[in-house]
């Protein structure tokens, strides 16, 4: 594929990170144990997710500039979007922000960490007259690369021709020759109705393989699994997974090195399975929770909806740790469970960035108080 346009070079390294962090704590006055290590990473225990808003001139500039601001802070480095949000615009404005934030000399491409996602059929919302279906039969289904068999009644496809080119949109919107970490988005949600468990795990293997296709060519560095239900519900539910089984299936296709090193899923003082429901299994531990499990597996976990897209923040939570704010008693317990790499929040308006980003200048709960803190807010003792 040739490229059409200039493209940073690059992708988050150990010494960048680091560059970004001794920065964040001398300058911007980042509490240091806000930064989480993972593979010799230090990523911040905040990121910035980008899939609220309209695919609208207004909402590209919003979500650019808040990038900019909250990379610029010092209290982000983990970025989080998906081709599909906002039509591929999101990926776009997080392209521009980059962009702008290497050239200001703010930041080089080496300390920061990019995730987007893939697997929804999507259009490319700078061409509005042309629909989602009518974008898929021209670029897809026309040319033979995809059937319409392979869009499951969920509006997911995880046909290898089909994840080949999201890579490749995705690296051209965001103008990078290396994206970080991809995930394959919600798809046993997408698909439980439509194909059987071990249907699935053959496909699931196939689109690990194409990953590690273009991790072999530097194009992504690590890949995942971005879930809204499969990992946060008992195991005999019909939309299940284990995530022991998508181990064994990555380890079986990229071998002892392959990149399956993250997961994605939401977390919440609405939605706490992760930190209470005793669904996985990894070899002879049994009934862990999903981060249990994930440490014992050696993978990061990011969480999404901290707020609930803004419905907890009418919630009755009490003040704990010093803390008064409730945008701020709603991340801190979130950024503070153990094994959370970050928690994703979506941010647009200046305000809402300039507000979230500072409670990276508190430390995060230590374990000590995390239990205490979870113990008043939830009345449950983990």
Same mark, same amino acid.
Not at 9 to 38: M, W
Not at 52 to 68: M, R, S
């Given at each position: 594929?040739?490229?059409?346009?200039?493209?940073?070079?690059?992708?988050?390294?150990?010494?960048?990170?680091?560059?970004?962090?001794? #920065?964040?704590?001398?300058?911007?006055?980042?509490?240091?144990?806000?930064?989480?290590?993972?593979?010799?990473?230090?990523?911040?225990?905040?990121?910035?997710?980008?899939?609220?808003?309209?695919?609208?001139?207004?909402?590209?500039?919003?979500?650019?500039?808040?990038?900019?601001?909250?990379?610029?802070?010092?209290?982000?480095?983990?970025?989080?979007?998906?081709?599909?949000?906002?039509?591929?615009?999101?990926?776009?404005?997080?392209?521009?922000?980059?962009?702008?934030?290497?050239?200001?000399?703010?930041?080089?491409?080496?300390?920061?960490?990019?995730?987007? #996602?893939?697997?929804?059929?999507?259009?490319?919302?700078?061409?509005?007259?042309?629909?989602?279906?009518?974008?898929?039969?021209?670029?897809?289904?026309?040319?033979?690369?995809?059937?319409?068999?392979?869009?499951?009644?969920?509006?997911?496809?995880?046909?290898?021709?089909?994840?080949?080119?999201?890579? =490749?949109?995705?690296?051209?919107?965001?103008?990078?020759?290396?994206?970080?970490?991809?995930?394959?988005?919600?798809?046993?949600?997408?698909?439980?109705?439509?194909?059987?468990?071990?249907?699935?795990?053959?496909?699931?293997?196939?689109?690990?393989?194409?990953?590690?296709?273009?991790?072999?060519?530097?194009?992504?560095?690590?890949?995942?699994?971005?879930?809204?239900?499969?990992?946060?519900?008992?195991? =005999?539910? #019909?939309?299940?997974?284990?995530?022991?089984?998508?181990?064994?299936?990555?380890?079986?296709?990229?071998?002892?090195?392959?990149?399956?090193?993250?997961?994605?899923?939401?977390?919440?003082?609405?939605?706490?399975?992760?930190?209470?429901?005793?669904?996985?299994?990894?070899?002879?531990?049994?009934?862990?929770?999903?981060?249990?499990?994930?440490?014992?597996?050696?993978?990061?976990?990011?969480?999404?909806?901290?707020?609930?897209?803004?419905?907890?923040?009418?919630?009755?939570?009490?003040?704990?740790?010093?803390?008064?704010?409730?945008?701020?008693?709603?991340?801190?317990?979130?950024?503070?469970?153990?094994?959370?790499?970050?928690?994703?929040?979506?941010?647009?308006?200046?305000?809402?960035?300039? #507000?979230?980003?500072?409670?990276?200048?508190?430390?995060?709960?230590?374990?000590?108080?995390?239990?205490?803190?979870?113990?008043?807010?939830?009345?449950?003792?983990?």
């Amino acid at each position: 594929m040739t490229n059409l346009y200039t493209a940073v070079d690059g992708f988050a390294t150990p010494e960048g990170t680091q560059d970004y962090v001794n #920065k964040a704590v001398q300058n911007d006055k980042i509490a240091p144990s806000h930064f989480r290590r993972f593979n010799d990473l230090l990523l911040s225990s905040i990121g910035i997710g980008t899939y609220l808003g309209e695919p609208t001139t207004i909402d590209d500039e919003l979500i650019e500039n808040a990038v900019y601001e909250s990379v610029k802070s010092g209290a982000v480095n983990v970025i989080d979007t998906a081709i599909n949000y906002r039509f591929m615009k999101s990926e776009k404005s997080i392209g521009r922000a980059i962009e702008r934030l290497i050239k200001d000399n703010i930041i080089s491409r080496d300390q920061i960490f990019i995730c987007t #996602k893939n697997g929804y059929i999507t259009n490319d919302g700078d061409y509005p007259s042309v629909d989602v279906m009518q974008y898929i039969q021209k670029m897809f289904i026309s040319p033979g690369l995809i059937a319409p068999t392979d869009i499951s009644s969920g509006y997911n496809v995880l046909n290898p021709n089909y994840i080949s080119r999201c890579i =490749d949109k995705s690296l051209m919107n965001m103008k990078l020759n290396t994206i970080d970490l991809v995930y394959i988005h919600n798809a046993y949600e997408s698909w439980n109705e439509d194909v059987s468990k071990d249907e699935f795990y053959k496909l699931i293997a196939e689109v690990f393989r194409t990953y590690e296709r273009y991790r072999s060519q530097n194009k992504l560095r690590y890949y995942g699994m971005a879930t809204w239900t499969s990992f946060r519900v008992p195991k =005999d539910s #019909k939309e299940y997974l284990s995530i022991a089984d998508m181990v064994k299936i990555a380890e079986e296709v990229g071998h002892e090195n392959h990149g399956f090193k993250f997961i994605q899923l939401p977390y919440n003082l609405a939605y706490s399975e992760a930190l209470f429901l005793k669904n996985q299994d990894v070899g002879a531990q049994k009934d862990l929770t999903i981060l249990e499990a994930c440490k014992r597996l050696n993978l990061g976990v990011f969480t999404s909806v901290p707020l609930l897209q803004t419905r907890l923040l009418s919630a009755r939570i009490p003040d704990y740790s010093g803390l008064t704010d409730q945008v701020h008693k709603l991340i801190q317990i979130i950024r503070s469970t153990p094994s959370v790499t970050a928690a994703l929040i979506g941010q647009k308006s200046p305000d809402h960035v300039t #507000k979230n980003m500072d409670i990276a200048k508190t430390a995060p709960l230590e374990e000590s108080d995390f239990k205490k803190a979870v113990n008043m807010l939830s009345q449950r003792e983990i």
